[in-house]
């Protein structure tokens, strides 16, 4: 793993139980996707940089055929504990997810500040990882983490800049006003866009 990647190290925040992004519970916007038919039951979805949230398990318990990624042991063998205690199971992967590959394509990502998390140089790597990852007609439920000042993670990911970064060639748009914003309420109430994009 390069300096770059290395430079914010996650493990220690979870070790030291310093993780200001974490939500007390499931993420409103994950539920209203559930509601909305986007999450059903034996769909294959991936959740790179799952760190310790609990929207893992509760897709898991929803029968949704699910992977979570992270960087961090102390996140994954978290998950892990979480799952036994509950009698669910999931593919944990601990490692860089930006290197992962599935033999079987995704029908849905689901991620919450990961995207805002990475250096933005590796945002492309992630784009590209992203397409491989999903079927055609594949999912990204996308959570755009709205933030003016650059500099050290979360990384403002403006709607400008996604549609850079995800371009119509390779991606199907919701209209940008049909995003809906959900304010982070630990993170002084910075709002993520939530929409679904679309893997040609
Ligand atoms: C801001 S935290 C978000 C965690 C979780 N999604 C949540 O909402 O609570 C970012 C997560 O991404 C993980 N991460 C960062 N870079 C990664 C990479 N290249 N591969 C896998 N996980 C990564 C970190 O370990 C951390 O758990």
């Known amino acids: 793993m ?13 070790a030291a139980d310093d993780t200001p992004w ?9 539920l209203a996707w559930v509601e909305a038919g986007e999450l059903q039951p034996g769909a ?8 310790r ?7 898991a318990a929803n029968g949704l055929d699910v992977t979570g990624a992270d960087l961090s042991p102390t996140a994954i063998d978290f998950q892990r504990r979480q799952l036994d205690a509950t009698g669910h199971d999931a593919t944990l992967l601990k490692g860089d997810v930006l290197a992962h590959r599935p033999d079987t394509p995704y029908d849905r990502v689901y991620e919450q500040t990961f995207l805002c998390a990475i250096p933005p140089r590796l945002r492309v790597d992630y784009e590209r990882a992203l397409c491989d990852w999903l079927k055609p007609g594949g999912h990204l439920l996308a959570l755009f983490m709205q933030k003016d000042v650059a ?5 403002g990911c403006a709607l400008p800049a996604m549609h850079q970064l995800f371009p119509e060639e390779r991606w199907f748009w919701p209209d940008d006003d049909a995003f ?7 993170l002084k109430g910075k709002p ?6 679309v893997r040609r």
Not at 2 to 11: H, I, K, L, T, Y
């Open 22 to 30: 974490e939500r007390a519970g499931l993420h409103p916007a994950m």
């Open 53 to 59: 949230s609990p929207e893992l398990g509760f897709l």
């Open 192 to 197: 993520e866009l939530a929409g679904v994009l």
């Open 180 to 186: 809906i914003a959900w304010p982070h309420p630990s």
């Open 44 to 51: 294959r979805v991936i959740i790179p940089g799952c760190g």
């Open 2 to 14: 390069d300096e770059e990647r290395s430079a914010f190290d996650w493990e220690t925040r979870f």
């Open 151 to 155: 500099g050290g993670p979360p990384y």
